[in-house]
């Protein structure tokens, strides 16, 4: 098969889906009786004004533009009419493609610079023309202007030369007519193509350009070249077949095209979600009624339709600021019950058992007022609640109680359980608020109401443990001094109670508090090494009830366990300001990798949410989270250092 015939199949299967689907309207010819269409739709444009259509409307009828009529996928729509002229917010650009090869001489060439003066004549003044010529080369003699002296000037100053490099030229055309409004090419040739450039090239650029094509064909026979047939369809434009003395009315009915146009402007019904869809307008006029219609985009890119409640087999669809507004009166709402149950009311009659827990706690130094009122009954039950619930759990229970002892607070486990659940849920609410409905950022969220209460507690622990243990050797000197002025134990715990520092204040009047309800000295002051965890005190408590069973000076005795402590605590410290920067390394080594992560989420989500979205991001995440963690714990056992 020869290669013209190849372009030629090439050529038509590349135009007849252009043909079908191409979103902007022509004034082609009529397939079947070979007449131009008399009314048609050149043009749609989404704006922020709306639809914007420009009609091309019969020479001879007399439109009635308050008449308009227009429906969008059969709905109708809300629309204006206006003649298209300076004031038309649509572009329109006419690029005059030229062939200047040697194959134009003669007649041809001065019948086609006439037919081009005459176009610039005729045309309307807000109409943008642009020329290029092409022979051996491709020039852009002209960038669209409404300057018609300079596109005169251009049109008469044109030479030929050699070769004819029609389908770069028409390429080298649809980029010059931009991206903007309606764009014309007014090609004007013989057909003869002297490139290597292929037809499926140049029908391709037309179609992705958007741009209508109309071809006048001068070749000597007076027939339609092939080539030039199928780089028309391409653009949804005819080929007009005419001798030099015809090119002068073609070009002149092209220009009054231009001038017939009617703008239309109309709203997208809501009820239309497409982004295209079928555009129908109707005009009244005389002697008939003028319609034209299109299949073409209705909506900018990127834009939908209007949010609107539809009614489903599920139910109303609730929009997303209604549940956002939801949200905000339920997290409102469970922070005014937490309010109200936490907010003490007035004074009951307490039992004799509620009295001594009331007696104990303000001898130990955690209430100031023992006639403190009492909440109402709904905080009641919900303790209640909350105690009933971990009296099956009794581990629970246990370890709540252990940490909020160990915390310094006077919470009661039932308590911490009603508060901790309130903080889970508000948290978890807050997430999905501010995230606007996004999962991942409301279980972040929930995850630290559920451990952020716990990383408090042991917080404070912390914090206890370490101001007893710096404090106890100067508790311990304290207490030596007394028991060598004669005081006796009981009475040298008393001072510290009085002179001491807290943590250890507060915990020494506590264990007077227990011995005069019978518990025995040393078993108090050993709870107080088990609740702080301290080894140090517990050898302080062995050394007293070694003293208490075979005797000694355990005023000396705890002169020497002071200095012990002293010298252990001078070895901690620099054992730690050696570590410092190991420490601060593995802390910055350790969070470096998830703060960037949350920086590229703030700065830059679409970059990185394939992660989260992919099951290949996903085995990443989890492959960098392990070693990550594996990192820290190996750096955190390089830089722990026991004394």
Same mark, same amino acid.
């Given at each position: 098969?020869?290669?013209?015939?190849?372009?030629?199949?090439? *050529?038509?299967?590349?135009?007849?889906?252009?043909?079908?689907?191409?979103?902007?309207?022509?004034?082609?010819?009529?397939?079947?009786?070979?007449?131009?269409?008399?009314?048609? +739709?050149?043009?749609?444009?989404?704006?922020?004004?709306?639809?914007?259509?420009?009609?091309?409307?019969?020479?001879?009828?007399?439109?009635?533009?308050?008449?308009?009529?227009?429906?969008?996928?059969?709905?109708?729509?809300?629309? =204006?009419?206006?003649?298209?002229?300076?004031?038309?917010?649509?572009?329109? =650009?006419?690029?005059?493609?030229?062939?200047?090869?040697?194959?134009?001489?003669?007649?041809?060439?001065?019948?086609?610079?006439?037919?081009?003066?005459?176009?610039?004549?005729?045309?309307?003044?807000?109409?943008?023309?642009?020329?290029?010529?092409?022979?051996?080369?491709?020039?852009?003699?002209?960038?669209?202007?409404?300057?018609?002296?300079?596109?005169?000037?251009?049109?008469?100053?044109?030479?030929?030369?050699?070769?004819?490099?029609?389908?770069? *030229?028409?390429?080298?055309?649809?980029?010059?007519?931009?991206?903007?409004?309606?764009?014309?090419?007014?090609?004007?040739?013989?057909?003869?193509?002297?490139?290597?450039?292929?037809?499926?090239?140049?029908?391709?650029?037309?179609?992705?350009?958007?741009?209508?094509?109309?071809?006048?064909?001068?070749?000597?026979?007076?027939?339609?070249?092939?080539?030039?047939?199928?780089?028309?369809?391409?653009?949804?434009?005819?080929?007009?077949?005419?001798?030099?003395?015809?090119?002068?009315?073609?070009?002149?009915?092209?220009?009054?095209?231009?001038?017939?146009?009617?703008?239309?402007?109309?709203?997208?019904?809501?009820?239309?979600?497409?982004?295209?869809?079928?555009?129908?307008?109707?005009?009244?006029?005389?002697?008939? =009624?003028?319609?034209?219609?299109?299949?073409?985009?209705?909506?900018?890119?990127?834009?939908?339709?209007?949010?609107?409640?539809?009614?489903?087999?599920?139910?109303?669809?609730?929009?997303?600021?209604?549940?956002?507004?939801?949200?905000?009166?339920?997290?409102?709402?469970?922070?005014?019950?937490?309010?109200?149950?936490?907010?003490?009311?007035?004074?009951?009659?307490?039992?004799?058992?509620?009295?001594?827990?009331?007696?104990?706690?303000?001898?130990? *130094?955690?209430?100031?007022?023992?006639?403190?009122?009492?909440?109402?009954?709904?905080?009641?039950?919900?303790?209640?609640?909350?105690?009933?619930?971990?009296?099956?759990?009794?581990?629970?229970?246990?370890?709540?109680?252990?940490?909020?002892? *160990?915390?310094?607070?006077?919470?009661?486990?039932?308590?911490?359980?009603?508060?901790?659940?309130? +903080?889970?849920?508000?948290?978890?609410?807050?997430?999905?608020?501010?995230?606007?409905?996004?999962?991942?950022?409301?279980?972040?969220?929930?995850? =630290?109401?559920?451990?952020?209460?716990?990383?408090?507690?042991?917080?404070?622990?912390?914090?206890?443990?370490?101001?007893?243990?710096?404090?106890?050797?100067?508790?311990?000197?304290?207490?030596?001094?007394?028991?060598?002025?004669?005081?006796?134990?009981?009475?040298?715990?008393?001072? +510290?109670?009085?002179?001491?520092?807290?943590?250890?204040?507060?915990?020494?009047?506590?264990?007077?508090?227990?011995?005069?309800?019978?518990?025995?000295?040393?078993?108090?002051?050993?709870?107080?090494?088990?609740?702080?965890?301290?080894?140090?005190?517990?050898?302080?408590?062995?050394?007293?009830?070694?003293?208490?069973?075979?005797?000694?000076?355990?005023?000396?005795?705890?002169?020497?366990?002071?200095?012990?402590?002293?010298?252990?605590?001078?070895?901690?410290?620099?054992?730690?300001?050696?570590?410092?920067?190991?420490?601060?390394?593995?802390?910055?080594?350790?969070?470096?990798?998830?703060?960037?992560?949350?920086?590229?989420?703030?700065?830059?989500?679409?970059?990185?949410?394939?992660?989260?979205?992919?099951?290949?991001?996903?085995?990443?995440?989890?492959?960098?989270?392990?070693?990550?963690?594996?990192?820290?714990?190996?750096?955190?056992?390089?830089?722990?250092?026991?004394?």
């Amino acid at each position: 098969m020869s290669r013209p015939v190849v372009l030629l199949l090439r *050529g038509l299967l590349v135009a007849l889906p252009l043909l079908l689907v191409s979103p902007s309207a022509s004034h082609a010819s009529d397939e079947l009786t070979g007449e131009p269409a008399e009314t048609t +739709i050149t043009h749609v444009e989404p704006t922020d004004k709306g639809l914007q259509l420009l009609v091309s409307v019969p020479e001879d009828s007399e439109v009635d533009l308050g008449s308009v009529s227009v429906t969008v996928d059969g709905t109708q729509a809300s629309a =204006t009419a206006a003649r298209a002229d300076s004031r038309t917010s649509i572009e329109r =650009t006419a690029i005059l493609v030229i062939d200047t090869s040697n194959s134009m001489h003669g007649e041809r060439f001065q019948a086609a610079k006439a037919a081009a003066s005459t176009f610039l004549d005729t045309v309307p003044d807000d109409v943008q023309v642009g020329i290029v010529t092409f022979a051996s080369d491709v020039t852009r003699a002209l960038e669209p202007t409404t300057d018609r002296d300079a596109a005169r000037e251009v049109i008469d100053g044109l030479t030929l030369s050699k070769d004819t490099l029609l389908y770069d *030229g028409v390429l080298d055309a649809v980029d010059m007519a931009g991206t903007e409004g309606q764009r014309t090419l007014l090609v004007l040739s013989d057909g003869r193509d002297t490139s290597d450039t292929l037809l499926e090239d140049v029908t391709a650029g037309v179609a992705d350009g958007d741009v209508l094509v109309d071809v006048f064909s001068v070749d000597g026979e007076g027939k339609a070249d092939t080539e030039l047939e199928t780089l028309a369809a391409a653009g949804n434009g005819e080929v007009i077949t005419a001798e030099a003395e015809a090119l002068r009315e073609a070009f002149t009915r092209e220009a009054d095209i231009l001038s017939r146009q009617v703008l239309v402007t109309a709203q997208v019904p809501d009820a239309v979600s497409a982004t295209e869809a079928t555009v129908a307008v109707t005009l009244a006029a005389t002697p008939t =009624t003028l319609t034209a219609e299109a299949f073409a985009p209705v909506r900018e890119a990127g834009v939908a339709a209007p949010e609107t409640p539809q009614a489903t087999s599920a139910g109303l669809v609730i929009p997303r600021t209604a549940m956002f507004a939801g949200l905000g009166a339920v997290a409102f709402g469970l922070a005014c019950v937490l309010v109200i149950l936490l907010v003490p009311r007035k004074a009951k009659q307490m039992t004799p058992e509620e009295r001594a827990t009331i007696y104990t706690d303000r001898l130990v *130094g955690r209430h100031a007022d023992p006639n403190r009122s009492e909440p109402d009954v709904a905080l009641t039950q919900a303790k209640d609640a909350a105690a009933k619930v971990l009296h099956r759990n009794k581990s629970l229970e246990d370890r709540i109680a252990r940490a909020l002892d *160990g915390a310094g607070s006077s919470w009661k486990p039932s308590e911490w359980l009603l508060l901790h659940s309130a +903080i889970f849920v508000v948290s978890g609410l807050v997430g999905l608020l501010l995230g606007k409905g996004s999962l991942f950022l409301g279980l972040i969220f929930l995850a =630290t109401g559920a451990f952020g209460p716990w990383m408090w507690l042991r917080h404070r622990r912390s914090r206890r443990r370490k101001a007893f243990s710096s404090s106890l050797p100067d508790t311990l000197q304290l207490m030596s001094g007394s028991l060598a002025a004669g005081l006796s134990l009981a009475q040298s715990v008393d001072t +510290i109670v009085r002179e001491g520092t807290e943590p250890i204040s507060s915990e020494f009047k506590r264990v007077l508090v227990e011995a005069r309800l019978g518990v025995s000295l040393e078993d108090s002051l050993e709870d107080v090494g088990e609740r702080f965890e301290s080894r140090d005190f517990g050898w302080v408590v062995m050394a007293i009830k070694i003293q208490r069973q075979v005797g000694g000076n355990l005023a000396e005795l705890l002169d020497t366990v002071a200095a012990t402590m002293r010298e252990r605590e001078y070895m901690r410290r620099q054992v730690a300001a050696l570590a410092a920067e190991g420490k601060l390394s593995a802390i910055v080594l350790g969070a470096l990798p998830p703060a960037f992560m949350l920086y590229l989420l703030v700065t830059n989500r679409e970059y990185v949410m394939v992660l989260f979205t992919q099951p290949l991001g996903w085995l990443m995440l989890g492959g960098a989270a392990a070693l990550l963690s594996l990192g820290v714990f190996w750096m955190s056992r390089l830089i722990k250092v026991e004394v």
